[in-house]
């Protein structure tokens, strides 16, 4: 059956020449980049793939070059849309910062691009409904693999377009942002069906298709977040002072680190008697104080200043090393002659006369290490950049931090450092542990006056739509606030300012689908995907040969 025979408009829908074709791509490609947050215009994922299918069902892309071409100008301008902030185009930037987001802009489409090239490459070897089928296999495996690995990076999973989708993105909790991604492909596919179908027999089905899995993702969503928001209505709450220090991200780590602590003191009491049950600092909050502080965990000194009321705040934790030869990311303490440390970014839980620690356990690639450096020594050394202390290592113990009065646990706290939270299967494994809240702390002020703080806040409401928990969240700059489970805010401070906000959080113990299956999802996605491209290959294998 030939293209004019199976659609009714292959004339006038399908891209006629070159300049036409590009036009469908970087349509589909602005789209995309319109439809992430903080952008109002979610709904426009819905159709954002669907010029970028036209273009592929047409003979404008059967050359593989061209195609290649094509899947570029679309991740290109869906990559430089939603994440050019990446470079921290700010005058004080460090060029590695901005040499990384160049290299991001560049390279990253071709990471991108991968679904669409595993669909392709089933089109041209089995039926093309067989393809659109797969499409959306493809794409939630794609983006589950590329959360793995040192290497990972899934800020841009097409999941996050939900946010601003009211009760559809509730479904969250069900197969997680992974789910979404799934729903998402699948309205693109029917609408694009629909659109183009001849047998105006089948017109009924695809419609019915559509109005089903609109009608159950709407109905579902306003169930569940109604119920949500009754067993947050009874739930006990705790209150948690956000402390937003505003302070320069590039001159923290050369100031007076004990100027620092005093500002977070002189915010923290203007909120005069209003003491909530514990205090939240941003990441790093304290770089390097002292040897008994940052190497042996001993923060009387910050507790002298502070007073009494429990802080959770960012610090760098250095360790001592035993054996240097056997620790590639070893570094001389100049404090200590003789000695050497390894640094992790850590958060700790300061109260009374205990000490609990998280240490980061997923590292920014190229920002905080070079991926891989510490299973294969000689790339520790390749990554020394200008600002703080470069070459982390990873933190590798999970639990949830707890929150004591009068020796009874008030709350289990799932502590969630910057990147970490766009990983939601490491966030999930705190709700799974017991944890009744999350808490994340941040430095985003690398990109202030630029869409990245509040993208990374949305991506935090995602996280507690699929654990069902409230988190509390403190940048350095912002964006602080509370997140209630099901996604909305619940006090946010004002960015870029130095203020402190209390809220009352609701602790939770409630379950999700998420909870107990999961990344099972891409999982099964990509096991679908593996059979599939080993069909493609042995069915085309088999026509060239016949051939």
């Avoid at 998280?358 to 290490?369: A, V």
């Avoid at 009744?436 to 806040?457: K, R």
Wanted: net charge positive.
């Amino acid at each position: 059956m030939t293209l004019t025979q199976s659609y009714v408009f292959p004339l006038s829908l399908m891209p006629k020449h070159r300049g036409q074709s590009y036009a469908y791509a970087c349509l589909s490609g602005i789209m995309l980049g319109c439809a992430f947050p903080p952008m109002p215009f979610g709904f426009l994922a819905f159709i954002a793939f669907i010029p970028l299918f036209l273009l592929l069902e047409s003979e404008s892309s059967k050359q593989r070059a061209s195609l290649i071409r094509y899947l570029y100008c679309t991740f290109f301008l869906y990559q430089g849309i939603a994440n050019w902030w990446v470079g921290s185009w700010q005058k004080e930037s460090d060029p590695f910062l901005i040499i990384a987001g160049l290299a991001l802009q560049l390279g990253h489409p071709f990471f991108l691009m991968l679904p669409f090239i595993a669909f392709y490459y089933v089109k041209q070897r089995m039926a093309s409904s067989i393809a659109f089928v797969m499409l959306p296999c493809f794409y939630v495996a794609y983006e589950w693999l590329h959360s793995l690995t040192d290497a990972s990076y899934p800020w841009l999973s097409l999941g996050y377009m939900a946010n601003s989708m009211g009760p559809i993105q509730q479904c969250g909790d069900i197969f997680g942002v992974w789910g979404l991604t799934f729903l998402i492909i699948i309205v693109n596919v029917l609408l694009f069906k629909l659109i183009l179908i001849k047998d105006k027999r089948k017109v009924l089905g695809y419609v019915f298709a559509l109005i089903f899995i609109f009608s159950s993702t709407v109905i579902y969503g306003v169930y569940r977040s109604d119920e949500v928001r009754g067993i947050v209505t009874t739930s006990p709450h705790i209150t948690v002072g956000i402390v937003q220090p505003n302070i320069n991200p590039w001159n923290k780590w050369e100031g007076e680190v004990q100027d620092q602590i005093y500002v977070h003191k002189s915010i923290m009491a203007t909120k005069g008697k209003n003491t909530p049950d514990f205090w939240l600092w941003s990441e790093t909050a304290i770089p390097f104080v002292n040897v008994p502080l940052n190497v042996f965990k001993d923060f009387s000194s910050l507790q002298s200043i502070i007073g009494t009321t429990p802080v959770l705040t960012g610090f760098a934790n250095l360790e001592l090393v035993k054996d240097p030869f056997k620790e590639p990311l070893a570094k001389p303490f100049r404090l200590i002659p003789g000695e050497y440390y390894v640094a992790y970014n850590a958060a700790a839980l300061v109260q009374d006369s205990s000490v609990s620690i998280h240490r980061k356990m997923k590292l920014t690639p190229f920002g905080e290490g070079f991926p891989f450096s510490q299973d294969i020594p000689w790339l520790g050394s390749i990554l020394q950049w200008g600002v703080g202390i470069s070459g982390w290592k990873k933190g590798t113990n999970q639990q949830p931090l707890k929150l004591m009065k009068s020796n009874a646990v008030v709350a289990s706290i799932g502590t969630v450092i910057c990147i970490e939270s766009i990983y939601p299967d490491f966030v999930r494994n705190y709700a799974v542990s017991g944890a009744t809240m999350l808490t994340v702390i941040t430095n985003d002020a690398w990109f202030d006056n630029t869409p990245g703080p509040m993208q990374h806040f949305a991506i935090s409401q995602m996280r507690a739509i699929e654990n069902r928990r409230s988190v509390a969240r403190c940048g350095n700059t912002g964006v602080s606030g509370i997140i209630y489970p099901d996604g909305s805010i619940a006090i946010m401070a004002k960015p870029q300012t130095k203020t402190a906000i209390i809220g009352a959080v609701p602790l939770t113990t409630m379950e999700t689908v998420y909870m107990h299956i999961g990344d099972i999802l891409p999982k099964i996605c990509g096991i679908a995907s593996c059979i599939m491209l080993f069909i493609a290959g042995y069915t085309g294998g088999i026509q060239r040969r016949m051939q």
